[in-house]
């Protein structure tokens, strides 16, 4: 690390949780979780001249492609959250971000870390992230989780969950389905004893390819053991996978 | 009016708009500003003993049931809004709410009125609100629109647009649908060529009665004029009707 002003290596912003971020318990939905911590990547890319807008113009754009979240409490309706964001370097096609959420008397409730790639949004291929990003700067960064987020495996047997039309609330500035919309999914398709008896303690994502208004989706679902599920969404047509996601309940 | 602190009579918040609450356009999802106003309803009504809390010890609580909504101009991603909010006293069994929406320029983006219900949670049934409100104290308060917010009429030939099942994601801690979501349900009940052609210049809705999870529902919808379009909300099995509403398109 060199000449990087601490608060652009580590950005922090404040978050007060709604009503309309909880579920039927007054307690956080991992969905808001997740849209919070997509909002101050981009900001902290921003602040590092990395963001979308700037990266429009070479007709760039950052896409998530894996998260990873680990759960210790659950913050509630009213709670004020702290969270923190850092890129930690490349790797591979990827760069890499890590968060950390604690609540107001500092207790660590979540940590989460991402992939992202760089995309070319007419050919929407990978670039090589290194001529935007300066890796050296990055490299020695904290790292939350002992590995990087894996690349799930394909489910053999999946069972039909749920039947999913891609509407107008569905769509991002990016035209296309918002990351935390097949989270959202993926965790409604669970039987409601589940949902209501347990809580997800680590939740990983692998983000495959994008979904458009009017587009036909499947949830599939897989039990793995009493407490960990895995998930597909694929396209009811072409077959073509959107997401593949695994769930621990504790 | 008369020893009511100004603070306590008019109730002001601000809200940064993230990437979460916009559409494919940048432009703020109604969704997230009606979120944005049941917030600081609760807020207030919290702040003026009359919160949720405070009501549940008497086995009561705020149930919304008429809400009407006019834009001016969208406020975008990464806008910063003042939301302020204010009693106008008991309607009959309705105690009624205002709202003004405006961007940090100080430029009226929207307004909104709403009517709502205290119940008795166990019976369901409204309570006469006047032993909770002070009336006199908000009777005078500035009114918004000229006109009360209006019982919507029934749809006579409803066209099925979209069927519907109640999920994890759709129920609030008052263990029922959230009101937000028969909003989005109608929204994206909307042809795609209205939704990206047309803006909602005015919203107006009649919460009915509760839907439950798992329940099976149908959004209808007629055309009124070419910009009004009158929309039901109902039960699948029972016929119950949750939610009517018009919207105004420009």
Not at 150 to 178: A, C, F, M, T, W
Request: aromatic share 10%; proline share 2%.
């Amino acid at each position: 690390m060199n000449t990087l002003d601490i608060n652009l290596i580590r950005f922090v912003k404040h978050f007060r949780i709604g009503s309309f971020d909880t579920d039927y318990s007054g307690k956080v939905k991992m969905t808001s979780i997740c849209n919070y911590l997509q909002e101050i990547a981009g900001m902290h890319a921003e602040a590092l001249n990395w963001g979308i807008n700037d990266l429009m113009k070479q007709d760039l754009s950052w896409v998530l492609s894996r998260l990873k979240i680990k759960v210790f409490k659950y913050p509630q309706w009213k709670d004020n959250l702290r969270i923190e964001t850092w890129p930690t370097g490349i790797e591979g096609l990827f760069g890499n971000r890590e968060f950390k959420i604690v609540n107001e008397e500092g207790t660590l409730l979540m940590i989460a870390s991402s992939s992202w790639l760089i995309i070319n949004i007419k050919s929407k291929r990978p670039v090589r992230p290194h001529e935007i990003i300066k890796n050296d700067e990055f490299e020695n960064a904290e790292k939350l989780f002992e590995q990087s987020i894996s690349k799930i495996k394909p489910i053999k047997l999946g069972k039909l969950r749920e039947s999913i039309k891609v509407h107008y609330s569905d769509i991002d500035i990016n035209q296309h389905v918002n990351n935390v919309k097949y989270i959202k999914w993926i965790i409604d398709s669970c039987p409601k004893d589940v949902l209501y008896n347990k809580e997800i303690e680590e939740m990983e994502l692998n983000f495959l390819h994008e979904a458009k208004f009017g587009d036909q989706l499947i949830v599939n679902a897989q039990s793995k053991s009493e407490n960990e599920m895995q998930f597909s969404i694929q396209n009811q047509k072409s077959n073509i996978e959107n997401c593949r996601a695994i769930l621990n309940w504790k």
